[in-house]
């Protein structure tokens, strides 16, 4: 009896310490970027076109990493037909949809980024400027810019550093027509 109440009290110990070396070892993280996992498993033949907009917005942007093949809280997928489109199932998840018959018209690469943009916050804004990223292809075939300009990079930048807006972070799928009929003038 005796003998069976120290195994027990040495189990405890035991236990204790254990419990008392993961706490140690695990303190509260600091507020960390955001990792998103993108998986290109889907993606045909866009595998390379998604690496290259990761990169993009990796270059454009803090508090957020875009990263290969890590998990999969973007994932791309090659259609054909229907369109290009993005859902986003909150901030930084969701998924990607690329249109083969669009991309064989406008930059596949503006594509990407445009899309990307959505699963990271941002709306469309077809004002015909090639300089802004989420006027997609209401800028024409001939605009091949892939970067999101200063303010949109900084908008997402700001969005996940914590000041979300609660239209941002929803979710939401965002259907691309490119080319985009112009937004009639009211
Ligand atoms: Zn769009």
Excluded: K
């Excluded at 973007?74 to 054909?80: D, K, N, S, V």
């Excluded at 901030?91 to 445009?114: E, F, K, W």
């Excluded at 996940?160 to 259907?175: C, K, L, M, N, V």
Aim: hydrophobic share 40%.
């Amino acid at each position: 009896m005796t003998s069976r109440l120290s195994r027990l009290a040495v189990a405890l110990v035991a236990t204790a310490g254990a419990t008392l070396g993961v706490t140690v070892a695990n303190p509260a993280p600091a507020s960390a970027a955001m990792t998103i996992c993108y998986n290109t498993s889907q993606a045909g033949s866009y595998a390379g076109t998604a690496n290259q907009a990761a990169s993009i917005w990796n270059n454009a942007t803090v508090n957020l990493t875009l990263s290969a093949n890590c998990g999969s809280n973007l994932r791309i997928y090659q259609i054909t037909g229907g369109g290009s489109y993005a859902v986003r199932t909150s901030l930084g998840n969701g998924r990607v949809y690329i249109d083969t018959q669009q991309a064989a018209q406008y930059s596949p690469l503006r594509i990407m980024t445009h899309e990307i943009g959505h699963i990271l916050g941002l709306p469309d804004n077809y004002n015909g400027n090639c300089a802004i990223l989420m006027s997609g292809g209401s800028a024409g075939t001939g605009c091949t810019n892939p970067y999101p300009s200063t303010a949109e990079a900084n908008r997402v930048s700001n969005l996940f550093a914590g000041t979300f807006s609660a239209t941002d972070r929803s979710a939401d799928i965002f259907r691309d027509s490119w080319p985009a009929a112009l937004a009639p003038v009211s």
